[in-house]
């Protein structure tokens, strides 16, 4: 799999925009960049994927660097329901259909 | 619509008890997936079933043994459970089968998990 760097932690205000950065320098052309998150002791819920253009659904908006080596989550307006562990994966295709899930950024949002 | 089902939610085996963790899905989706997760750790991939009567090993599969019964359940048994199999389980399916270049995206969707304790 593509590797993916993510800060450890990340704090952000309640209402404000959550920024999440992933770096994932060695991806390649036909690899989608998928955000998860997981809620505490929760299984991992999809968020948002794409490919090479910015991307936005009711949860959050994807936007991916031209070169596609880095990626932004945005969640436009964080809530504290939005605490939980953010996972930025690049998978490879064939065999395994693997996602892999480091570690992650663990995002809390302060009241 | 219940997406992905697990059972049990908890369970306490003993070293060298048996069991199965079950799971269905009522999305028809071809692939289902079993991973583990151990504290401050992330997901690692265990087994994986990209269509009907196929089985495939992931990351960690020693240990356990997989069943793709028909296209909704997919079970994973421990024949002797050890200390080092206690974690939180979960499963996942997804639309696609065995995924190739070119053939788009592969969105997995979870269930709540199952925590297994061996003493």
């Known amino acids: 799999d593509a590797k993916t760097t993510q800060p450890t932690s990340m704090d952000c205000a309640e209402g404000r925009a959550a920024n999440l950065p992933c770096n994932h320098s060695?991806?390649?052309?036909?690899?989608?960049v998928y955000w998860y998150r997981q809620i505490h002791s929760q299984g991992p819920q999809y968020i948002i994927h794409?490919?090479?253009n910015n991307e936005t659904n009711e949860m959050a908006s994807l936007i991916i660097t031209e070169d596609r080596k880095s990626s932004t989550l945005i969640l436009p307006h964080a809530t504290l329901r939005d605490t939980a562990v953010y996972y930025c994966?690049?998978?490879?295709?064939?065999?395994?259909?693997?996602?892999?899930f480091g570690t992650g950024t663990r995002l809390t949002v302060i009241p | 619509n219940a997406g992905v089902t697990q059972t049990p939610k908890f369970q306490v085996l003993k070293t060298g008890q048996s069991m199965t963790l079950q799971c269905a899905q009522d999305?028809?989706?071809?692939?289902m997936y079993w991973y583990r997760q151990d504290p401050g750790m992330g997901l690692r991939l265990i087994y994986y079933s990209a269509s009907e009567g196929t089985t495939d090993k992931g990351e960690v599969p020693n240990g356990y043994n997989v069943s793709r019964l028909n296209k909704r359940e997919f079970s994973l048994r421990l024949e002797s459970a050890a200390p080092s199999q206690t974690s939180v389980y979960f499963c996942a399916s997804s639309e696609r089968g065995q995924v190739t270049l070119n053939s788009g995206a592969n969105v997995l969707t979870f269930g709540a998990g199952s925590r297994l304790t061996v003493l």
């Open positions: 794409g490919l090479k």
């Open positions: 994966i690049v998978p490879s295709w064939g065999g395994a259909n693997n996602l892999f």
């Open positions: 060695t991806i390649s052309g036909n690899e989608y």
């Open positions: 999305m028809n989706h071809n692939s």
